[in-house]
């Protein structure tokens, strides 16, 4: 009679990335009964026991899962449409976390684009912390990109919904509802209950639109991660935003100002100094507030913004010259440093240049953020209103080139990972996945494989502030696990201590 497993697992001849991008061979150990990562030692010598089961890997990187923090749906799913029925729209969640597991991803915030109102609390009630089965991808709570956001920088936020919070945090809970917004809200996920804790990870908003920066704070102290993005912020506006709490920036270098070399505004928060204190860094005052508007009928893409992403600019922001500022700031010691913000980065190879991302990365390497984002397609309707909550929803790896079904008779053109409207040369975004964003910053930034996985596990986590139980292989994390092969692609994919995905 065979007795009992004793439920410890260990991964053999392997690498393991460590914090400080470089790979080690050594095993590592898990409890496959409580799918948690175990301290090998530690755990011979309290219970004298060696693991029933040894997984060869063959010489592979066994990596903590992808975390993905901005994505806007896939594999025919989108988080932003709600179509009043709740069970179909859990459905939808379950399919996008099961099926998302072949790209090394375990664990997802579902993002939201700008809503009605009235569509909130339904919506982020059913975006509350879920794993939806066992082979499925931890959904983390919610991202909200909007509606606090600057009109110039709209993307394909709609023009009607977006709001200001003149009464600071109180618009926001208002907005999204106070008990979406719940205090000090813990990790523990698994169960699907009422009990379920309801709350908030993200929100995207602009710093200088009216009550937000007063809000970054009273979201700062919930645990809320705030980031700034769709925004027309002035380099000192970002920097006050930062020391007021915000941790993170939306997909860099788009809906954002361009990099001035006197006012470096968002993007230059990458290259902030330990030094900067409350007050202006520059004698010279930020760029005027003024925008190039789009001419009426132009809302969508256009021949100078060919854009339809949620990302991508609506309005262009030309470059400008800045004037003499009256007063300088002097430069103070002793006081707290300044710590630079983490930032989401989209590596596809379209929203951003490659040298942008490596000039991004050369910048602040432990701040980089992949992320997929998802994105969301507008196109213009009969009464001239822009449709923005309508995403592509066909992020998925298996989708052959040509011709797609989208909605409303709209269909989409697929090259490689560019998507087109059909038709016409309307950029709509891409369906790049996250193992390919992995791949691709390797051979963008030119840094280790081992240090691109550090950007879609260690980083975003530690942006999240749990990094103690996603993203790192800590002993107690959870065993949350993707094999890869020495060129990054993806093996197998394990979701606490169990393999959910496997290549064939």
Same mark, same amino acid.
């Given at each position: 009679?065979?007795?009992?497993?004793?439920?410890?697992?260990?991964?053999?001849?392997?690498?393991?990335?460590?914090?400080?991008?470089?790979?080690?061979?050594?095993?590592?150990?898990?409890?496959?009964?409580?799918?948690?990562?175990?301290?090998?030692?530690?755990?011979?010598?309290?219970?004298?026991?060696?693991?029933?089961?040894?997984?060869?890997?063959?010489?592979?990187?066994?990596?903590?899962?992808?975390?993905?923090?901005?994505?806007?749906?896939?594999?025919?799913?989108?988080?932003?449409?709600?179509?009043?029925?709740?069970?179909?729209?859990?459905?939808?969640?379950?399919?996008?976390?099961?099926?998302?597991?072949?790209?090394?991803?375990?664990?997802?915030? #579902?993002?939201?684009?700008?809503?009605?109102?009235?569509?909130?609390?339904?919506?982020?009630?059913?975006?509350?912390?879920?794993?939806?089965?066992?082979?499925?991808?931890?959904?983390?709570?919610?991202?909200?990109?909007?509606?606090?956001?600057?009109?110039?920088?709209?993307?394909?936020?709609?023009?009607?919904?977006?709001?200001?919070?003149?009464?600071?945090?109180?618009?926001?809970?208002?907005?999204?509802?106070?008990?979406?917004?719940?205090?000090?809200?813990?990790?523990?996920?698994?169960?699907? /209950?009422? =009990?379920?804790?309801?709350?908030?990870?993200?929100?995207?908003? *602009?710093?200088?639109?009216?009550?937000?920066?007063?809000?970054?704070?009273?979201?700062?102290?919930?645990?809320?991660?705030?980031?700034?993005?769709?925004?027309?912020?002035? /380099?000192?506006?970002?920097?006050?935003?930062?020391?007021?709490?915000?941790?993170?920036?939306?997909?860099?270098?788009?809906?954002?100002?361009?990099?001035?070399?006197?006012?470096?505004?968002?993007?230059?928060?990458?290259?902030?100094?330990?030094?900067?204190?409350?007050?202006?860094?520059?004698?010279?005052?930020?760029?005027?507030?003024?925008?190039?508007?789009? #001419?009426?009928? *132009?809302?969508?893409?256009?021949?100078?913004?060919?854009?339809?992403?949620?990302?991508?600019?609506?309005?262009?922001?030309? @470059?400008?010259?800045?004037?003499?500022?009256?007063?300088? =700031?002097?430069?103070?010691?002793?006081?707290?440093?300044?710590?630079?913000?983490?930032?989401?980065?989209?590596?596809?190879?379209?929203?951003?240049?490659?040298?942008?991302?490596?000039? *991004?990365?050369?910048?602040?390497?432990?701040?980089?953020?992949?992320?997929?984002?998802?994105?969301?397609?507008?196109?213009?309707? =009969?009464?001239?209103?822009?449709?923005?909550?309508?995403?592509?929803?066909?992020?998925?790896?298996?989708?052959?080139?040509?011709?797609?079904?989208?909605?409303?008779?709209?269909?989409?053109?697929?090259?490689?990972?560019?998507?087109?409207?059909?038709? /016409? /040369?309307?950029?709509?975004?891409?369906?790049?996945?996250?193992?390919?964003?992995?791949?691709?910053?390797?051979?963008?930034?030119?840094?280790?494989?081992?240090?691109?996985?550090?950007?879609?596990?260690?980083?975003? *986590?530690?942006?999240?502030?749990?990094?103690?139980?996603?993203?790192?292989?800590?002993?107690?994390?959870?065993?949350?696990?993707?094999? @890869?092969?020495?060129?990054?692609?993806?093996?197998?994919?394990?979701?606490?201590?169990?393999?959910?995905?496997?290549?064939?």
């Amino acid at each position: 009679m065979s007795l009992p497993s004793n439920g410890l697992v260990c991964f053999t001849n392997c690498l393991l990335p460590r914090e400080d991008g470089s790979l080690v061979e050594k095993d590592l150990w898990i409890d496959e009964r409580r799918g948690v990562i175990l301290d090998s030692q530690k755990t011979f010598y309290l219970r004298r026991e060696r693991p029933d089961k040894i997984v060869d890997l063959g010489g592979n990187i066994l990596s903590p899962g992808y975390i993905d923090i901005q994505i806007n749906g896939g594999f025919g799913f989108d988080f932003s449409v709600y179509e009043g029925d709740d069970h179909a729209y859990r459905d939808g969640l379950k399919l996008v976390a099961e099926r998302i597991t072949e790209t090394g991803v375990t664990a997802l915030v #579902p993002t939201i684009i700008t809503q009605e109102k009235s569509l909130y609390p339904k919506l982020l009630r059913l975006l509350r912390p879920w794993t939806p089965s066992a082979v499925a991808a931890h959904l983390l709570g919610w991202h909200a990109e909007g509606p606090f956001l600057h009109l110039a920088k709209r993307g394909a936020h709609a023009p009607p919904l977006i709001a200001s919070a003149p009464q600071g945090f109180q618009s926001f809970e208002s907005t999204y509802g106070t008990e979406s917004l719940a205090e000090m809200e813990d990790w523990l996920m698994g169960s699907d /209950t009422d =009990q379920d804790p309801v709350g908030v990870r993200i929100i995207t908003g *602009a710093p200088e639109v009216e009550g937000v920066m007063e809000a970054i704070s009273a979201a700062s102290k919930r645990g809320i991660c705030f980031n700034i993005g769709h925004s027309i912020c002035s /380099t000192d506006e970002a920097s006050t935003a930062v020391r007021n709490g915000a941790r993170c920036i939306t997909h860099l270098f788009n809906a954002m100002p361009q990099l001035h070399h006197r006012d470096p505004s968002i993007i230059g928060l990458l290259g902030s100094s330990p030094y900067n204190f409350a007050g202006p860094a520059s004698d010279f005052a930020p760029l005027p507030a003024t925008r190039q508007r789009s #001419p009426p009928g *132009a809302l969508g893409a256009s021949a100078k913004n060919p854009y339809a992403s949620e990302a991508f600019d609506e309005i262009a922001t030309p @470059l400008e010259t800045p004037v003499k500022r009256q007063m300088k =700031q002097s430069l103070t010691f002793g006081q707290v440093p300044f710590q630079r913000p983490f930032y989401e980065i989209i590596v596809d190879g379209i929203h951003s240049h490659p040298n942008s991302v490596r000039l *991004a990365y050369s910048a602040h390497p432990d701040g980089c953020i992949l992320i997929t984002d998802g994105n969301v397609c507008p196109f213009r309707t =009969q009464n001239d209103q822009l449709t923005s909550r309508l995403a592509m929803r066909i992020l998925d790896p298996h989708l052959k080139d040509g011709i797609h079904e989208w909605r409303d008779g709209r269909r989409l053109f697929k090259e490689g990972d560019k998507l087109y409207l059909e038709g /016409t /040369t309307t950029l709509a975004g891409s369906v790049v996945t996250m193992d390919k964003c992995v791949r691709n910053f390797v051979k963008f930034t030119g840094c280790s494989l081992a240090e691109a996985i550090k950007c879609a596990t260690l980083n975003p *986590a530690k942006c999240l502030g749990i990094e103690n139980k996603k993203g790192s292989l800590r002993a107690g994390a959870d065993a949350d696990l993707v094999v @890869l092969d020495r060129q990054g692609m993806v093996l197998s994919t394990w979701v606490k201590g169990k393999k959910v995905w496997e290549k064939n």
